[in-house]
C-alpha cells in the first residue's frame, strides 16, 4: 500500500514562489507515475503536472507551463512541485497523486491528503 505525505503548502504574494513536496511509502518508488492535481472551492479537481516512473517524462497543464516544474528524487521517494510566478488563481488544496497515468485523475490509486496553497495580491 502506498501512502503519500505533502507538505510545502503556505500563504505566498502573487508573483511568488513555494515548493510542494510529496514524500512515499510502501516500496517501488521509481516506478511510480506521480502526479500533482489541485482543487479550488467549487471546482473540480484538475491536472497540473505528472512525471513518469521509468523515464521521466513529464506534462503540465497549459496554465502552469514555463511556471511550475515537477521533478523526482527516486533515492528520497519524493517527487516536487516547484511553483514559480504564483497567481491568484493557483490557489488551491494541492494534492499527490500515484499510480496513474497522464491528467485523469480517476486513473490514480492512491492520494495524498492534500496541502493548502493560498496566492494573496
Known amino acids: 500500500q502506498v501512502q503519500l505525505l505533502e507538505t510545502g503548502g503556505g500563504l505566498v504574494q502573487a508573483g511568488g514562489s513555494l515548493r510542494l513536496s510529496c514524500t512515499a511509502s510502501?516500496?517501488?518508488?521509481?516506478?511510480?507515475?506521480m502526479g500533482w492535481f489541485r482543487q479550488a472551492p467549487g471546482k473540480e479537481r484538475e491536472f497540473v503536472a505528472y512525471?513518469?516512473?521509468?523515464?521521466?517524462?513529464?506534462m503540465y497543464e497549459d496554465s502552469v507551463k514555463g511556471r511550475f516544474t515537477i521533478s523526482r528524487d527516486n533515492a528520497k521517494n519524493t517527487v516536487y512541485l516547484q511553483m514559480n510566478s504564483l497567481k491568484i488563481e493557483d490557489t488551491a488544496v494541492y494534492y499527490c497523486?500515484?499510480?496513474?497515468?497522464?491528467?485523469?485523475?480517476?486513473?490514480?490509486?492512491?492520494w495524498g491528503q492534500g496541502t493548502q496553497v493560498t496566492v494573496s495580491s
Open positions: 510502501g516500496g517501488g518508488f521509481s516506478n511510480l507515475n
Open positions: 512525471i513518469h516512473g521509468r523515464d521521466g517524462y513529464t
Open positions: 497523486a500515484a499510480g496513474g497515468w497522464g491528467v485523469a485523475y480517476t486513473g490514480y490509486a492512491h
